[in-house]
């Protein structure tokens, strides 16, 4: 990464975390000044205490330089203090806010960006990177560090600088000992930045064997997946698998372990030596009557931290720029753009419901893949038309209607609303006209109600009747808290199991509810018990009501209530018409599909 880029992410870092809460911001950084400050105030007093002692000042002076002392450091500690209980109060605010910020972004992606596996393995990446040490928050300490330790470079240099302007300690030691100085911080900062690669690759190493780790946990704790766990005895392999990913990461951090241990031998040498070199140095100059007894343990204490400031300094920034590659991939997933919003028509709200949707010459490779699944779909609807979609199972059926409700874009080809491409209309506006059951359907552990409405508030006389047409009339006068009775036990211990069919029917309420002037069934009878689907189908017509209904489904003897069949196969559309007109033709799929499941009836 070029040094202009680790400025311009480094920055914006800092412009993000600012705009979360500035009084965090600000708490941090001036808490940082003042806590780095602080040690300087003992060091500078206790030297000229001892001067004071040694060379007989008045008691007057001495007991000054110790209130001095003693009073700052309780002022600084004091607004230290407040300071860090401000910003601890802000914690719990920003790491929500981070966490709204991922919801946000979650839910405004578009569907296509939802189901492509990079976004999801970028996701799961930067939300275990977070984990193992590089995060947004690195940059807030980063910030600290920084002023910490340039706080207490520029307190070490100007409380040393006097030494070594001191005409009478001979100039060759005061450069020698410039010199091991200048060797220390140089091998103290190679080192670090050694260090900081290392443990970034092993960082980087277990950001993989994390997203393994939790997708085998995730197998583990889903109680979906708890019955053929148990049923084929998978609980050793998975187990195992955890085992091995672990045991090989423990393997490599005692590695890393043991290479910063030998990297910080010579540092641990060059500092003692350091350390011996500036008494050797304060002593000659002491015995020369230049540098007096408080002054010692002054230079001392000062080169010592100034050594620790300029070693930590660099760590700080290697762990910044480190870190700059983690943002990086941060940034990249909030700015995936969602080009389904580009479109800003209004769609007409129609009191007729005279809405007509074509497909011309439409194609579509799904994104990441190189065969069509659909291909030169042409298709008119006419209003309060009831259109079947049949086909064997990946002839396409599903990816039709997402093409429709605009979960995706046509590859080529156009979709028309009553004739202006659906790319134009504001995106909302548009999935508005629609209420669709796909066959993966969503339950949520929220009440019943809700659940049909899909919102917090809903209107209950509507949904009851909602369920009612859906045949779930006497599930609900059994349910204890009625609309309000939970759905699973997520969010109340009294919430009720449902079955499949349950809420297979639960859905085509939810779809009712909405009431859009288009309503999409992707195989709505599934689960349900032969009775039921019966039910389903002798009441499409009035489930549908005047809406324009598209209804796929295997079940070929449902779609004879429909006006119009569209037979799909390998991706195109090879027969439409009514069900007489299809059967009618004897080599026809529709035929062969027909009597393919009649015979299963015929006794
Ligand atoms: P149907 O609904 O008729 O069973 P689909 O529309 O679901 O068929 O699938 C049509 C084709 O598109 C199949 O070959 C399927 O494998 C492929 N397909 C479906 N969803 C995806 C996806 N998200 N990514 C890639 N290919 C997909």
Redesign the pocket.
């Known amino acids: 990464m070029r040094l202009t880029e680790h400025f311009r992410i480094y920055f914006r870092a800092l412009k993000m975390i600012f705009n979360w809460d500035r009084t965090f911001a600000l708490c941090w950084t001036v808490g940082a000044v003042l806590s780095a400050g602080t040690p300087y105030v003992p060091i500078y007093f206790s030297a000229k205490l001892v001067d004071g002692l040694y060379l007989g000042a008045e008691l007057r002076t001495i007991i000054i330089y110790a209130a001095l002392a003693v009073g700052m450091v309780f002022v600084f500690k004091v607004v230290e203090t407040y300071i860090s209980s401000l910003r601890d109060k802000c914690y719990g605010a920003i790491y929500r806010q981070e966490e709204w910020q991922y919801s946000q972004k979650a839910m405004s992606m578009a569907y296509e960006s939802t189901?492509s596996q990079e976004v999801a393995l970028l996701r799961s990446r930067i939300r275990m990177e977070s984990q193992t040490g590089y995060n947004s928050w690195w940059t807030y300490y980063s910030v600290e560090e920084c002023c910490k330790n340039i706080t207490q470079i520029v307190c070490s240099i100007s409380m040393t600088i006097s030494f070594f302007v001191l005409p009478s300690v001979p100039l060759a030691l005061k450069l020698g000992l410039v010199i091991m100085l200048a060797i220390t911080i140089i091998v103290s900062i190679l080192t670090t930045q050694r260090g900081q690669i290392l443990t970034e690759a092993y960082y980087a190493d277990a950001v993989h064997i994390n997203i393994f780790c939790k997708k085998y946990e995730d197998y583990i704790l889903d109680y979906s997946a708890s019955k053929d766990i148990r049923l084929y005895h998978m609980t050793d392999s998975i187990t195992g698998l955890i085992g091995e990913t672990e045991g090989e990461m423990n393997q490599k951090g005692l590695k890393l372990a043991k290479q910063k241990i030998l990297l910080s031998f010579p540092n641990v040498v060059l500092n003692h030596a350091l350390k011996y070199a500036t008494y050797l140095v304060l002593i000659v100059g002491a015995i020369a009557g230049a540098v007096s007894i408080g002054s010692i343990a002054q230079y001392v204490s000062c080169i010592m931290l100034l050594l620790t400031a300029v070693s930590e300094l660099a760590r700080v920034v290697q762990i910044a720029l480190n870190n700059n590659h983690y943002l990086k991939r941060y940034f990249s997933y909030f700015d995936i753009p969602n080009d389904m919003y580009k479109g800003s028509l209004t769609v007409e709200k129609r009191d007729d419901v005279e809405y007509y949707v074509e497909f011309r010459n439409v194609s579509f490779k799904?994104?990441?893949?190189d065969?069509y699944?659909?291909r030169n779909i042409n298709m008119k609807f006419k209003i309060g038309e009831k259109l079947a979609v049949v086909?064997?199972?990946?002839?396409?059926?599903?990816?039709?209607?997402?093409l429709m409700c605009r979960l995706y874009d046509p590859t080529e080809g156009e979709i028309l609303l009553n004739g202006v491409n659906i790319q134009k209309y504001d995106y909302d506006e548009y999935m508005s006209i629609f209420s669709v059951t796909f066959?993966d359907f969503a339950m949520f552990g929220f009440s019943l109600g809700q659940n049909v409405a899909a919102s917090k508030v809903f209107d209950g006389e509507k949904v009851t009747a909602c369920l009612k047409k859906v045949g779930l009339d006497k599930f609900l006068e059994a349910l204890p808290k009625g609309l309000d009775t939970c759905l699973y036990k997520s969010f109340d211990k009294d919430g009720v199991e449902i079955s499949g069919g349950e809420a297979q029917k639960i859905a085509l309420a939810r779809a009712l509810y909405k009431d859009a002037p288009f309503i999409i069934l992707?195989e709505p009878t599934a689960a349900l018990d032969p009775v039921s689907e019966y039910e389903v189908y002798s009441k499409f017509n009035e489930i549908a009501g005047d809406k324009t209904a598209i209804y796929?489904s295997h079940r070929l003897a449902s779609c004879r209530f429909c006006d119009k069949i569209a037979v799909?196969h390998e991706?195109r559309i090879i027969q439409q018409g009514t069900h007489e007109d299809l059967l009618a033709e004897d080599n026809g799929k529709y035929c062969e599909l027909w009597n393919a499941q009649a015979q299963y009836y015929v006794v």
């Open positions: 189901e799904y994104p990441g893949t065969t699944a659909l086909g064997m199972n990946g002839s396409g059926k599903t990816t039709f209607i997402k066959q992707d796929i799909f991706g």
